[in-house]
């Protein structure tokens, strides 16, 4: 047990030290150390560029209770441990460095943990079948007038959206060439092979879409991306032309939006189906 943990205590200062030197070569000032809880919001913290390998080794710190995640204010604090291979340096904050953080209570990774159930799942399946699980997604977002509302419900910001079938209208997709291209333009910066975008069904929503990847890259990938959208749709448009914008991964239903995220899994061997296709429903596809 003691060279166990000497050994990943070993690993950690790598990658703390991994990280500082990433940083300086690439001019950042600050890192984001974040992670999701259960109901996916996004926790972080910033950390200068002056502490970054002292807090990456030993994790930053966080009270779980606080978040959505199972923990009371008797279990101790959480440590959020990064991930050298996250490391993101944001298009729209080039000073400022985003990682995705592994949770750790109590010298083990937290069980229930959104990333660590994601890497088990992983882990396991290449064990077990020699599978690596690779994903895509399709994240929808609404781009909404927060200054007017009906109802209590945020009212579509292009009055000219108002098509009873608005999918792919090209005109209303124009109308909003300033923030897409700008989204489109930070993704290809990222690396990510942004391919295509459009406007969704119904009316004031888009989507974009880029490469699928590995499944804990493409999940880390949404995180940014709804960070992303948020921000850049303010800078670019908000200040112009008065947009709000919801929250990334939405549909809408009898004119409220509402949460959804369709996700892609990929079978990179190529040999076949993951599971069976039910003998009772002929048409369900994987």
Known sequence: MLRLARRSLSTRALNAAAISEAGKAKGLKFFQFSFVDLF????????????????????????????????????????????????????????????????????????????????????????????????????????????????????????????AKPCYDAHALMRRYELISTLVEHMEELGWGPYQADHEDANGQFEINWDYDDALVTAGRVRVRRVR??????????????????????????????????????HPRGEGRLYARPSSNPRTEP
Do not use: Y
């Open 229 to 266: 959208v948020r921000v850049s749709s303010c800078r670019a448009c908000c200040g112009r032309v008065g947009l709000a914008l919801t929250l990334a991964l939405t549909l809408a239903r009898d004119g409220r939006p509402r949460r959804a995220l369709q996700v892609h899994g990929a």
């Open 40 to 163: 996916g919001v996004q926790r972080s913290k910033l950390v200068p560029a002056s502490r970054v390998a002292e807090i990456a080794e030993d994790g930053a710190g966080f009270a779980g209770f606080a978040a959505h995640l199972d923990m009371d204010p008797t279990m101790g604090d959480l440590l959020a441990v990064p991930d050298p291979d996250s490391l993101t340096v944001l298009p729209w904050q080039r000073e400022v460095g985003w990682l995705s953080c592994n949770l750790v209570h109590e010298g083990s990774e937290l069980g229930h943990g959104p990333r660590n159930v994601l890497r088990a799942v992983q882990k396991k399946l290449a064990a077990s079948h020699g599978i690596q699980l690779k994903m895509g997604v399709e994240c929808e977002f609404f781009l909404l007038d927060g200054a007017t509302a009906t109802n209590g419900v945020a009212t579509v910001s292009d009055a000219l959206d108002v098509q």
